[in-house]
């Protein structure tokens, strides 16, 4: 299964603006800058949707293994908080971090531990930094 996402984005790093669209139209034409991405412009920046991706992968990853446990969950909320840093030459993710919250009819608290550390290294968002990625580069005229 391929997802898909585009950005167009106009202008200089500082003055301009791009806008993000996902081909469900789940975000269509969201603004970013630079004021939102290092600034605290309104709208949206790649981190904060690296962070909701995350949180996502997980809480599924996370159902998943439980369920294995026969111990489905009533509930899981998680929180990914993405952390960029821009103390060197560049810009650089240099943390997730997720804090889980989940309810289970029942449960022992060790299988849970070893659950969630489970779903955390082996969701598909979780082992992104380990991806092939490939690109094509086109320069229009």
Request: glycine fraction near 8%; hydrophobic fraction near 40%.
């Amino acid at each position: 299964m391929d997802s898909k996402a585009s950005v167009v984005w106009q202008g200089s790093i500082k003055q301009g603006e791009g806008r993000i669209s996902t081909e469900s139209g789940v975000l269509k034409d969201s603004v970013y800058s630079f004021g939102t991405r290092f600034e605290d412009s309104p709208g949206t920046n790649p981190e904060e949707l690296i962070a909701a991706a995350h949180a996502g992968c997980f809480s599924m990853a996370l159902a998943d293994q439980l369920g294995k446990l026969d111990a489905t969950p009533e509930r899981i909320q998680t929180v990914a908080t993405v952390t960029l840093s821009t103390a060197g030459n560049a810009p650089e993710i240099t943390q997730i971090h997720l804090d889980v919250t989940a309810k289970l009819a029942s449960g022992d608290p060790q299988a849970f531990e070893k659950a969630a550390n489970t779903a955390k290294e082996n969701c598909p968002v979780s082992r992104l930094l380990n991806a092939d990625i490939k690109m094509t580069a086109k320069l229009e005229s």
